[in-house]
């Protein structure tokens, strides 16, 4: 609970149902705003705060603490809003579902200092966040099965614990993961990797990878070209319960 930002709003007579009707927002989107972790946007930010009368790092000290790139914040506070997430993998496992130890191996080589490094691990990791709310969005992640078996830097360790970890990922209520077979041949999914998330209002924004900088995309028909991509791509994927096999199959090769 962000019991600075609940007794603001008892002070100033506020409830998630007025500020809701001030802010433009659902009700439930506002009233979601007192969980841990859950940030408004930068403009739901200054709305709240001027409503309230107080700072916005009085009420979402975290915002001042961020640690990820500044070209990425505006994906994570759509991310953190998100009702469900569709995300596609062809490279490596999708980073809500990353070790810290993964997560720092698809860094190495990159021309980073340690502590950017740092800051980014850290940064990935505390998305995860979502996934351990009272009502976490829905995870729907597809990944080509290569990944599974792809080395990181001879390391044999790491790759078992981080495909174990996929594996209890999987069994949770709010995630699941189809695993898109070695064998399939060619499929759109050749095109890379990106996430589609769903928000409280039925908007779609998504963030589509590449070798720069990933592009976040609001437009309507870009965004209807990725979830047309998207189904494609399931289809070629396997159902839960045999992906689930693989992974724990995948897992025991690493040993």
């Known amino acids: 609970m962000n019991h600075v930002l609940q007794m603001a709003m008892a002070e100033a007579g506020e409830t998630a149902e007025s500020l809701a009707g001030q802010t433009g927002v659902d009700p439930k989107t506002a009233a979601r705003w007192l969980s841990p972790g859950r940030v408004p946007q930068p403009r739901r930010r200054a709305q709240v705060a001027a409503i309230l009368g107080r700072d916005v790092s009085?009420?979402?000290?975290?915002?001042?603490?961020?640690?990820e790139p500044q070209w990425l914040r505006e994906w994570v506070d759509w991310e953190r809003e998100a009702l469900a997430l569709r995300w596609?993998?062809?490279t490596w496992?999708?980073?809500?579902?990353?070790t810290e130890a993964y997560a720092r191996a698809t860094l190495a080589g990159e021309a980073l200092t340690t502590a950017e490094v740092d800051e980014l691990v850290a940064s990935r990791i505390e998305r995860q966040a979502v996934l351990r709310r009272e009502s976490p969005p829905l995870l729907t992640t597809v990944i080509f099965e290569g990944v599974l078996y792809q080395s990181a830097y001879g390391d044999r360790e790491l790759m078992r614990e981080q495909i174990q970890h996929l594996s209890e990922c999987a069994t949770l209520t709010a995630v699941q993961v189809h695993i898109v077979p070695k064998d399939v041949g060619m499929y759109p999914g050749l095109g890379g990797g990106f996430i589609i998330?769903?928000?409280?209002?039925?908007?779609?924004?998504?963030?589509?990878?590449?070798?720069a900088p990933a592009q976040i995309l609001n437009q309507t028909a870009a965004v209807a070209t990725l979830s047309r991509r998207w189904e494609r791509i399931r289809g070629e994927a396997l159902s839960r319960t045999q992906s689930l096999?693989?992974?724990?199959?995948?897992?025991?090769s690493w040993t």
């Open 58 to 67: 009085d009420l979402w000290p975290d915002v001042l603490r961020r640690r």
């Open 197 to 211: 998330a769903e928000l409280p209002s039925g908007e779609h924004v998504a963030h589509v990878d590449s070798q």
């Open 245 to 252: 096999n693989l992974i724990r199959e995948a897992a025991g």
């Open 88 to 90: 596609f993998e062809h």
């Open 93 to 98: 496992i999708p980073g809500m579902l990353q």
